[in-house]
Structures are given as structure tokens and as C-alpha cells.
């Protein structure tokens, strides 16, 4: 086999055809050309593996039963503008030639394939896309720096977020990335992955906490035919899915002991086996981690593997919960607003004063997730101006509910407005949580801050303005 000159060899192949005897020539074909072959028998399947990021390069059919190559080839572009996708056919005409061309293909050859220029033609169609890949990759960075922002928000704590996802993304560093539930962690994750040079390739998710003890071998590291009951075929796994790209692995402190110590093992060597599988399968990934909890923390009380913290905690990203970015809360809700009258094609017209001062002081538990979820069901409801009455905010945390008991209700609203009472409410709960948090940490702060995923500028500040004793002494 003749090396490839334009680092093109093991790069993913797709055979989209109908006939499978052909599909099985293509394969052997693509093969022994260095390539990695996958196969989809209709159209369906192969736009599922499209959507996935799995090929690189596209050999598609012109003429399949359902679903012709032509449709495939018109949808596979709207997922990925820059795949190139080769046509192929036994129908040599003129006609297809010119629609394939014209609905974007990279190429066209006729049956019986010339497997010389078939190979030739897939090494070119990769070249240039990766070239391409990376003349675009400074607009891309900038694109996708403004897309963040978009997306979360124009905060001084977004533009620091920018900055470390810009200096850690053209990295190989394993990175935590740690936040609230709802807070934008698999958002950031994306955005490391798509600055890095990785970009490529896939970025595989792995929800820690659904895989079963019992099943995650096979689940992250593939299994053999006939290897357990129930494996009537050979799988890959997610360390396989993820080859020269990254894998993220969401709310790791899910994952149960017993297999952390099977995932550091695979980390440190570089190396695993598929279940039942007697061939070593080198690994190449990089590793996103996500988490709603202090690592350290988990550590210390034994129910994270300290081998594997250390391991992974090269750098650390943490996302402040959205009541520490007022200045987020309302662009993010008028974006949302925005967002949902144009899909419910209604004309809601903005947020009334008294509507805006509760969402703007609302302490948001459930962070972005909810406030979107809080907006969508307030325009569903409204047809003029977001008020208080259309905002469903679910039950407040447990401190701000006992201040807002029915013994207390009347001293708490008396005399004040909307506004003055969330703040006031907010600011009590605030400064329990930041009392009982010192008290556990023994005063220290920095562990306090790190605990509670915030600034130590920022605990030094409420410890001053709400007057929190941390010792018994200041008293």
C-alpha cells in the first residue's frame, strides 16, 4: 500500500449504496487505501452518521431505492456544508452529472469505478477540506468567540470564560469544567472542542451517570460478538468513537469507584481492550470533563478517585451560576423572549418593569435551563408585556422560602416593593449559605469560595457586606 503524502490515511470513509455486494467491493477498496470504511445501506442511516461527524468523506449512490442520492447529498449539505461527497452511479448520464454538481458534490464518477482514481479522488476531497478547516480556523475562533457570547451572555464573567476556553482549546490539556446544574458546562465544552485542532473530529458525550456499573466497560470501551449474553455483535465504544478527538465525560462524580479505576488505568496507558476482545486498541482522545461539584471536595470525603483527580485536573474552568451575572439574566431573557415569539409567531412585545425586577433579582437555582423554561412558558402566556403573573419561577430555596413563611409575610412585604423584596430575600439567603459554608470550612475562605464555585474577590465582598462573623471571637 502506497503511504499517503497528505495525512489523509485512516481518515473515515462512508459507502452509501443500496447493494450490498457492491458496498463489500468499496469497502476492500477503500481499505487497502488506508482509509477507515463505513457502511450505510440507505439514505436514512447514512444522514444519522452524517449527523454524528462520523465520515470525513462520502461515497453516495445516485440511485437507491426511498431516499435517491441526490436528496441524501441536499441534506448531508445543509448538516455540513464542508463535506465532500463523491457521486456514484451505473448511470453515466449527463443529467445526474450536472444536479450532483449543482447540489454541491465534490465529484462524480461512473461505474465500473477505476479503483486508482476512486482512491485519488477521496485523498484530494480530504486534502482540501482539511485545508480549508484550517484557513478558516482564526475566522472560525472569531465566529465562535461570538457565538459564545451569544449564547451565554456579554458579561465581564463571559469574556474571562472566552479567554480560558481560547487558552486552554489549542491545548492537549484534560480540562474540569465546573458549574451548577443547568449552567452552560456541555456549551463550554463545545466551544474548547471546536477551537481545537481536534475540530475535525467528534466529540463524544458520556453521561456518567446513566451507564450501569455492570455495563460500562462495554458502554466506554466496546465489547466482542458473543462476549456477554446479549452481544450478538461487536460494538465499538465510546473511546473508539472519539479516536483523535475528544470525549466528554458529563457529571463524572456520578461515576461510580469501580470504574474510575478502570477509566484511570485506560488514561495512564493509553491502551484498552474491548470486552471479550484479545487485540490492544491504542487510544488517542482528548478529555472534557464536566462537573456540578467540588472535585477537591469529593476527594476528601472518598468518593473520587484522588489518582484520577489529579490526572484530569490539568486546568479548571469554573462557570459562575447565573444570579452572579445580573448583567446576563436580562440579555439572555429578552433573547429567549425573542427566540419564542418568532416559534409560537406571536409579538410579545418585552417584559414590564415590575416583570423585569423580579427576573433580574430572582436567584435563578436552576441557572440558564430554568430561566429559558421560566420565559418560553411566560410568552406562551402573555400577549402584550411579561409581568410577574406570567412568570412561573417554581418553588424559591429552601432559606428564602422560610423567610417568605406565612409568621413573617407581613413583616417582609410591609411598606416594600416587588423588587425590594426579592433583594432582601436573596440577600438573606445569600448570607446563610455563605455562614454555614464558612462555619464548615473552619473560615477558611478560599476553600469556601472554591465549595460555592465563586470568586475568592467575591466571598471577601459579601463577607463584608452582609457582616458574616467567622469566628466566634468577632462576635
Same mark, same amino acid.
Given at each position: 500500500? %502506497?503511504?499517503?503524502?497528505?495525512?489523509?490515511?485512516?481518515?473515515?470513509v462512508?459507502? /452509501?449504496?443500496?447493494?450490498?455486494?457492491?458496498?463489500?467491493? *468499496?469497502f476492500? /477498496?477503500?481499505?487497502?487505501g488506508?482509509?477507515?470504511?463505513?457502511?450505510?445501506?440507505?439514505g436514512?442511516?447514512?444522514?444519522?452518521?452524517?449527523? *454524528? &461527524?462520523?465520515?470525513?468523506?462520502?461515497? *453516495?449512490?445516485?440511485?437507491?431505492?426511498?431516499?435517491?442520492?441526490?436528496?441524501?447529498?441536499?441534506?448531508?449539505?445543509?448538516?455540513?456544508?464542508?463535506?465532500p461527497?463523491?457521486?456514484?452511479?451505473?448511470?453515466?448520464?449527463v443529467?445526474?452529472a450536472?444536479?450532483?454538481?449543482?447540489?454541491?458534490?465534490y465529484?462524480?464518477?461512473?461505474?465500473?469505478l477505476?479503483?486508482?482514481?476512486?482512491i485519488?479522488?477521496?485523498?484530494?476531497?480530504?486534502?482540501?477540506?482539511?485545508?480549508?478547516?484550517?484557513?478558516?480556523?482564526?475566522?472560525e475562533?472569531?465566529?465562535?468567540?461570538?457565538?459564545?457570547?451569544?449564547?451565554?451572555?456579554?458579561?465581564?464573567?463571559?469574556?474571562?470564560?472566552?479567554?480560558?476556553i481560547?487558552?486552554?482549546?489549542?491545548?492537549n490539556?484534560s480540562?474540569?469544567?465546573?458549574?451548577?446544574?443547568g449552567?452552560?458546562?456541555?456549551?463550554?465544552?463545545?466551544?474548547?472542542?471546536?477551537?481545537?485542532?481536534?475540530?475535525?473530529?467528534?466529540?463524544v458525550?458520556? %453521561?456518567?451517570?446513566?451507564?450501569?456499573?455492570?455495563?460500562?466497560?462495554s458502554?466506554?470501551?466496546?465489547?466482542e460478538?458473543g =462476549?456477554?449474553?446479549?452481544?450478538?455483535?461487536?460494538?465499538?465504544?465510546?473511546?473508539?468513537?472519539?479516536?483523535?478527538?475528544?470525549?466528554?465525560?458529563?457529571?463524572?462524580?456520578?461515576?461510580?469507584?469501580?470504574?474510575?479505576?478502570?477509566?484511570?488505568?485506560?488514561?495512564q496507558?493509553?491502551?484498552f #481492550?474491548? /470486552?471479550?476482545?484479545?487485540?490492544?486498541v491504542?487510544?488517542?482522545?482528548?478529555?472534557i470533563i464536566?462537573t456540578?461539584k467540588?472535585?477537591?471536595?469529593?476527594?476528601?470525603?472518598?468518593?473520587?478517585?484522588?489518582?484520577?483527580?489529579?490526572?484530569l485536573?490539568?486546568?479548571?474552568?469554573?462557570?459562575?451560576?447565573?444570579?452572579?451575572?445580573?448583567?446576563?439574566?436580562? #440579555?439572555?431573557?429578552?433573547r429567549?423572549?425573542?427566540?419564542?415569539?418568532?416559534? !409560537?409567531?406571536?409579538d410579545?412585545?418585552?417584559?414590564?418593569d415590575?416583570?423585569?425586577?423580579?427576573?433580574?433579582? #430572582?436567584?435563578?437555582?436552576?441557572n440558564?435551563?430554568?430561566l429559558?423554561?421560566?420565559?418560553?412558558?411566560?410568552?406562551?402566556?402573555?400577549?402584550?408585556w411579561?409581568?410577574?403573573?406570567?412568570?412561573?419561577? &417554581?418553588?424559591?430555596?429552601?432559606?428564602?422560602?422560610?423567610?417568605?413563611?406565612?409568621?413573617?409575610?407581613?413583616?417582609?412585604w410591609?411598606?416594600?416593593?416587588?423588587?425590594?423584596? /426579592?433583594?432582601?430575600?436573596t440577600?438573606?439567603?445569600e =448570607?446563610?449559605?455563605?455562614?454555614?459554608?464558612?462555619?464548615?470550612?473552619?473560615?477558611?475562605k478560599?476553600?469556601?469560595?472554591?465549595?460555592l464555585?465563586?470568586d #475568592?474577590?467575591?466571598?471577601?465582598?459579601?463577607?463584608?457586606?452582609?457582616?458574616?462573623? !467567622?469566628?466566634?471571637?468577632?462576635?
Open positions: 500500500m %502506497d503511504r499517503d503524502q497528505n495525512g489523509a490515511e485512516g481518515a473515515r462512508l459507502i /452509501v449504496d443500496d447493494e450490498k455486494d457492491f458496498c463489500d467491493i *468499496l476492500r /477498496v477503500v481499505k487497502r488506508g482509509f477507515t470504511a463505513l457502511v450505510a445501506h440507505d436514512e442511516m447514512a444522514l444519522e452518521m452524517i449527523k *454524528l &461527524g462520523l465520515p470525513e468523506v462520502v461515497l *453516495l449512490d445516485v440511485r437507491m431505492p426511498g431516499m435517491d442520492g441526490i436528496e441524501v447529498l441536499k441534506r448531508a449539505r445543509k448538516i455540513d456544508s464542508r463535506l461527497v463523491i457521486m456514484i452511479t451505473a448511470y453515466s448520464g443529467h445526474d450536472v444536479e450532483a454538481i449543482k447540489k454541491g458534490a465529484d462524480y464518477l461512473p461505474k465500473p477505476d479503483n486508482n482514481a476512486l485519488e479522488r477521496i485523498r484530494s476531497a480530504i486534502a482540501e477540506r482539511r485545508i480549508l478547516s484550517g484557513n478558516s480556523h482564526r475566522k475562533s472569531d465566529l465562535t468567540r461570538g457565538r459564545i457570547k451569544k449564547l451565554m451572555g456579554p458579561s465581564a464573567s463571559v469574556d474571562r470564560l472566552v479567554s480560558e481560547t487558552l486552554v482549546s489549542g491545548s490539556f480540562v474540569v469544567i465546573q458549574g451548577e446544574t449552567s452552560g458546562k456541555e456549551l463550554v465544552a463545545q466551544a474548547i472542542h471546536r477551537f481545537s485542532p481536534r475540530s475535525d473530529r467528534l466529540m458525550p458520556v %453521561d456518567c451517570g446513566a451507564i450501569p456499573e455492570t455495563l460500562f466497560e458502554e466506554v470501551f466496546g465489547h460478538k =462476549s456477554f449474553t446479549g452481544a450478538i455483535s461487536s460494538r465499538m465504544g465510546k473511546f473508539e468513537l472519539a479516536q483523535g478527538g475528544t470525549l466528554f465525560l458529563d457529571e463524572i462524580t456520578n461515576m461510580p469507584l469501580s470504574c474510575q479505576s478502570k477509566l484511570l488505568r485506560a488514561i496507558e493509553k491502551t #481492550y474491548r /470486552v471479550g476482545g484479545r487485540q490492544c491504542h487510544m488517542d482522545v482528548r478529555l464536566a456540578n467540588e472535585l477537591n471536595t469529593e476527594v476528601a470525603l472518598e468518593r473520587f478517585s484522588r489518582d484520577l483527580f489529579y490526572r485536573s490539568e486546568f479548571t474552568v469554573v462557570i459562575p451560576p447565573l444570579r452572579e451575572r445580573k448583567e446576563d439574566i436580562v #440579555y439572555l431573557a429578552q429567549f423572549l425573542n427566540e419564542t415569539n418568532e416559534e !409560537l409567531n406571536k410579545v412585545k418585552g417584559f414590564s415590575s416583570g423585569l425586577e423580579l427576573i433580574r433579582n #430572582y436567584p435563578w437555582p436552576g440558564v435551563r430554568q429559558k423554561s421560566a420565559i418560553r412558558r411566560a410568552v406562551l402566556q402573555s400577549w402584550d411579561v409581568g410577574p403573573e406570567n412568570l412561573v419561577l &417554581g418553588s424559591m430555596p429552601e432559606a428564602m422560602s422560610n423567610d417568605l413563611s406565612v409568621g413573617k409575610r407581613e413583616e417582609v410591609n411598606g416594600l416593593s416587588l423588587r425590594e423584596i /426579592v433583594q432582601k430575600a440577600a438573606d439567603v =448570607s446563610k449559605i455563605l455562614a454555614k459554608v464558612l462555619r464548615k470550612t473552619g473560615g477558611n478560599a476553600k469556601a469560595a472554591r465549595l464555585q465563586i #475568592y474577590k467575591t466571598i471577601h465582598t459579601k463577607i463584608k457586606q452582609y457582616g458574616i462573623k !467567622l469566628y466566634p471571637e468577632e462576635e
